[in-house]
C-alpha cells in the first residue's frame, strides 16, 4: 500500500499542474487514468457503484463524487480532486482542494482550515486512541473556525476493497468509537462548508453538494497505524 500510495502522490502532482481556468473537468479524468495505466496499477473508483470515471472532480458547493464533464472550471472556482487507485491488490485513495486562479480571501482560509484539519486529525492516530478521538479533534477545530463539518460522509478503512470498516467520522467524542490498532488502514478525509454542513444529491446521481449552495472543501490522506503512531501513505 505505501508503494501504490506514493505513486498515486506522484499522479496527483501531475494532475495539479493541469488545473487552470478554461480546462474541462473531463479532461483532468482523461489525463488521471493515462497516468494510472502508465503506472501499471488501475482506477478505484472507475466502475465502482457504476461511477463512469476514474477521477472525482468536484466544483465549489459539490463536496464528493462529482462527476467529470465538459464543463470548464472558471477563475475564481474551487475543485476537489479525489483519486484511487488499485495497485498489487490494494487501494489507495488521496484528495485535496484546489484554487483555480485567484480566489477570495474567505475561500482560501476555507481550504487552509479544512488542510490543517487532517493535520491535526493525523495527529490523534496512534494505538489506543479511538476513531472519536480523531473526529472530535477535527470538529473542535473547524468549529472554531466558523465553518461547518459535513457529518453525513465521513472517512473509511481501506485494503484489498476501497471502502472498508470502520467508519472514521469527522466529529466525535474523546474515547468514543473504535479503538486503533498497529497495522490498520483508512482514509481519514474531513470535508467542510462555508455553510451549515447538509447535504443533497447532485442532479446527475453520483454526487453530493452542499444543501444551501455553499462552498466546501475536502482533502483526504490513507494512513497506517504503527506502532509508535501512524504513517501517511500517500505521499509522493
Given at each position: ?184 488502514t483508512f482514509c481519514l478525509e474531513p470535508m467542510i462548508s462555508m455553510g451549515k454542513g447538509q447535504i443533497k444529491k447532485s442532479k446527475n446521481g453520483y454526487g453530493f453538494q452542499t444543501w444551501d449552495g455553499s462552498l466546501s472543501c475536502h482533502f483526504e490522506h490513507t494512513v497506517a497505524v504503527t506502532k509508535e503512531g501512524y504513517q501517511t501513505l500517500t505521499l509522493p
Amino acid at each position: 500500500m505505501r508503494e501504490g500510495g506514493k505513486i498515486l502522490a506522484r499522479i496527483m502532482k501531475e494532475l495539479e499542474k493541469a488545473v487552470r481556468p478554461g480546462i474541462e473537468t473531463k479532461k483532468l479524468d482523461q489525463l488521471a487514468e493515462s497516468l494510472v495505466l502508465n503506472f501499471k496499477a488501475e482506477c478505484s473508483f472507475k466502475g465502482y457503484r457504476g461511477f463512469p470515471a476514474c477521477l472525482c472532480t468536484s466544483i465549489n458547493e459539490e463536496i464528493v463524487h462529482g462527476l467529470p464533464s465538459e464543463r470548464k472550471l472558471k477563475e475564481g472556482d474551487i475543485i476537489s480532486l479525489d483519486l484511487g487507485i488499485f495497485y498489487k491488490g490494494f487501494h489507495t485513495d488521496l484528495a485535496l482542494t484546489l484554487p483555480v486562479g485567484k480566489v477570495d480571501p474567505e475561500v482560501q482560509r476555507l481550504i487552509r482550515v479544512t488542510k490543517k484539519a487532517l493535520k491535526r486529525g493525523l495527529k490523534k492516530i496512534r494505538p489506543g486512541n479511538t476513531v472519536g478521538d480523531i473526529g472530535n479533534t477535527i470538529q473542535r477545530y473547524v468549529e472554531s473556525q466558523g465553518f461547518s463539518i459535513i457529518k453525513e460522509l465521513c472517512g473509511h478503512g481501506i485494503g484489498k476493497k476501497v471502502h472498508e470498516d470502520p467508519q472514521i467520522l469527522n466529529y466525535g467524542q474523546r474515547h468514543q468509537g473504535e479503538v486503533l490498532k498497529e497495522g490498520m488502514t483508512f482514509c481519514l478525509e474531513p470535508m467542510i462548508s462555508m455553510g451549515k454542513g447538509q447535504i443533497k444529491k447532485s442532479k446527475n446521481g453520483y454526487g453530493f453538494q452542499t444543501w444551501d449552495g455553499s462552498l466546501s472543501c475536502h482533502f483526504e490522506h490513507t494512513v497506517a497505524v504503527t506502532k509508535e503512531g501512524y504513517q501517511t501513505l500517500t505521499l509522493p
